[in-house]
């Protein structure tokens, strides 16, 4: 069982409150106070800061917390497995970010699962920060990202290749013509990713190649939901600059077109991230013939 010091612990930084960290694990508040003070003793170190009525992490707490972190999902790896043991079902936790999500994936995840006996899997969906932190600390077995990690301590296999496109409604004046200028684009109503997304900041690179920044367009709204973007898009609210997997399904069935942006060289590469010691890379390569052969349809 996990350290039941590092469990409070856990539980103050998930409440921001010893109070409802206490009231979460059925524990009297000076029991969990002194389970953070046996593991400062522990290790000499302070874990909190108070200032003005709020708890921060010290340098050296957001340490243990990371370690807390990994130490709790390696324990529910450990019961998950044993479980699988038993019932001969192998569930599996992977990581997606929000662009990958709108693409085929999912759907090549689920018929790969549908086709292999004892085999379940959860998504979870994120930034791909938080996923490489996740994966770090055995929360996931692998994860779908746009781009390279560029860590040395994550392993990863090419799933396919993608680019950015600005996604037009399919009666808009610009939906019959292959490529858009940066002039044109001037003009045009944009609904943009928010800026930490991996998709704005392809889109902001590219446009300070070209000694531009967003700030030079008529930017109307910032969404995180892709979903919420193509649908603005589909009634006539504005345009975007999205990944091309994300717009696939809605481009079969002609409810919205895409254009390239003159100058702009938008690639990126989608990749399974795992760590060196996952056990089952045959999955992967699995994953990745179901998803090709989707795509071949």
């Known amino acids: 069982m996990i350290d039941t010091r590092l469990t409070s612990l856990l539980k103050i930084v998930e409440t921001g409150s010893y109070t409802k960290a206490a009231q979460a694990l059925a524990l009297s508040q000076p029991a969990v106070s002194q389970h953070?003070?046996?593991?400062?003793?522990?290790?000499?170190v302070r874990i909190f800061d108070r200032a003005h009525n709020r708890l921060s992490l010290t340098r050296e707490g957001e340490l243990i917390v990371g370690y807390a972190r990994r130490v709790s999902a390696l324990y529910s790896n450990l019961e998950q497995a044993l479980k699988n043991e038993r019932t001969q079902v192998r569930t599996l936790?992977?990581?997606?970010?929000?662009?990958?999500?709108?693409?085929?994936?999912?759907?090549?995840?689920?018929?790969?699962v549908s086709m292999l006996e004892g085999l379940s899997i959860k998504i979870l969906t994120n930034t791909r920060?938080?996923?490489y932190r996740m994966l770090k600390n055995y929360e996931l077995d692998f994860a779908f990202v746009e781009g390279k990690s560029g860590d040395s301590a994550l392993s990863s296999m090419m799933l396919d290749t993608d680019s950015l496109v600005l996604a037009v409604p399919p009666d808009h004046a610009l939906a019959g013509q292959g490529m858009v200028t940066i002039h044109q684009l001037k003009r045009e109503k944009l609904i943009l990713r928010l800026?930490?997304?991996?998709?704005?900041?392809?889109?902001?690179a590219s446009l300070e190649s070209q000694n531009l920044s967003v700030d030079d367009f008529n930017v109307i709204m910032e969404i995180d939901s892709i979903a919420s973007i193509k649908d603005l898009i589909r009634r006539g609210f504005g345009v975007s600059v999205l990944a091309r997997?994300?717009?696939?399904?809605?481009?079969?069935?002609?409810?919205?077109?895409?254009?390239?942006i003159e100058n702009l060289s938008m690639m990126r590469e989608i990749n399974i991230v795992y760590l060196p010691d996952f056990e089952h890379p045959e999955l992967l390569h699995g994953i990745v013939k179901a998803y090709n052969e989707m795509q071949q349809r």
């Open 36 to 44: 953070i003070r046996q593991l400062e003793e522990t290790f000499g």
């Open 195 to 204: 800026p930490k997304s991996n998709t704005r900041t392809l889109f902001e």
């Open 93 to 112: 936790t992977i990581g997606i970010t929000h662009t990958a999500e709108s693409s085929a994936i999912i759907e090549a995840l689920a018929g790969y």
């Open 129 to 131: 920060d938080e996923l």
């Open 245 to 260: 997997s994300a717009c696939m399904d809605e481009l079969k069935k002609g409810k919205l077109a895409v254009l390239t």
